[in-house]
């Protein structure tokens, strides 16, 4: 499942980098007519137009991670007024809301983790970081030890109403901010502007 999503975006990744790519002689040659070269505009448009829909595409998977934690809080409504389950419920539902503050805060591609974030940042231009208050700048880390807590007291409490299911009450939180976490550091793994604007060429073309 993992290679999934490499095999299918090297496909027009490929394209694109051919797309790239000023053709050589031999290539009109064997082609047997000119082919079609982009200029500077055409290059620069093209690059604007990828990233803006790369950018819409990011904005409509946010808003769907946003729903996920939100959702996740209404199983714990019931538990919190059952008097052994009542603190796992409270933290439970304090950690899906911090992962929903995170992912409505946060641009669509940091995590706020900085080792996360790094991962797709060599060799790209640094982005602006902004301001941000202690909180949102340590609550990433606060958050993730939080759900790592959870876990361990879901396996602490003994109740009949500690899992979903399949589910446990403990495990929901860390697996909704694991999700969200991989979605954004695949979503940054795609950069349509960096990637191709170092494969423009200049138009030699009259």
């Known amino acids: 499942m993992g290679g999934a999503p490499g095999k299918f975006s090297s496909v ?3 394209r694109m980098r051919k797309t790239f790519r000023y053709p050589a002689d031999n290539e009109t040659e064997s082609n047997g007519s000119d082919p ?5 505009e055409e290059q620069e448009h093209l690059i604007n137009r990828l990233a803006e829909e790369n950018a819409s595409r990011n904005a409509f998977f946010a808003r769907v991670l946003l729903c996920l934690p939100i959702a996740a809080c209404l199983p714990y409504l019931p538990t919190l007024f059952h008097a052994k389950m009542r603190m796992l419920s409270v933290l439970s539902i304090t950690s ?5 503050f995170l992912l409505w805060r946060y641009p669509t591609t940091q995590t706020g983790i900085e080792i996360l974030d790094k991962l797709h940042t060599k060799g790209k231009p640094k982005a602006k970081v902004l301001d941000r208050s202690p909180l949102e700048t340590w609550l990433p880390y606060l958050n993730l030890g939080l759900a790592v ?3 361990l007291m879901g396996l602490l409490v003994k109740s009949d109403a500690t899992s979903f299911g399949w589910i ?3 495990n929901l939180p860390v697996i909704i901010y694991a999700v969200a976490l991989v979605c954004k550091v695949v979503m940054a793994s795609v950069d349509p502007e960096s990637e191709l604007s170092s494969l423009k060429y200049e138009y030699k073309g009259a």
């Open 168 to 170: 446990s009450m403990g």
């Open 12 to 14: 027009p990744t490929a």
């Open 96 to 100: 899906l809301l911090s992962t929903a």
């Open 36 to 40: 079609e070269a982009l200029d500077e």
């Open 149 to 151: 807590m959870l876990v």
